[in-house]
Nanobody, 119 residues
Framework: QVQLVESGGGLVQAGGSLRLSCAASGRTFSSYAMGWFRQAPGKEREFVAAISWSGGSTYYADSVKGRFTISRDNAKNTVYLQMNSLKPEDTAVYYC????????????WGQGTQVTVSS
């Protein structure tokens, strides 16, 4: 069982930055690929970024490539999402997710953290 708790969301102006964190409980965190998803009002949840269990491979949605960076610290059971050059269209609830392999079905979800980017 893995529990995920996101933090770091908030209100920021366009062009600003935020760093999201996702703290995981459980001893098996390092065996999971981790990802970030987001859901804007009235829209479906969409993929943002993912990272392999070792941190050696990362993947991004085209809409965030070059602006967002996913990373993980297995010693701290934490995955991060550094978000730079934020745009109003990045406004959404951001969810952390754990899966047995990158692109595999999500096994665990966090509760989400709100990110609001003002123009």
């Amino acid at each position: 069982q893995v529990q995920l708790v996101e933090s770091g969301g908030g209100l920021v102006q366009a062009g600003g930055s935020l760093r999201l964190s996702c703290a995981a409980s459980g001893r098996t965190f390092s065996s999971y690929a981790m990802g970030w998803f987001r859901q804007a009002p009235g829209k479906e949840r969409e993929f943002v970024a993912a990272i392999s269990w070792s941190g050696g491979s990362t993947y991004y949605a085209d809409s965030v490539k070059g602006r967002f960076t996913i990373s993980r610290d297995n010693a701290k059971n934490t995955v991060y999402l550094q978000m730079n050059s934020l745009k109003p269209e990045d406004t959404a609830v951001y969810y952390c997710a754990a899966s047995r392999e990158v692109a595999g079905p999500t096994a665990y979800w966090g509760q989400g953290t709100q990110v609001t980017v003002s123009s």
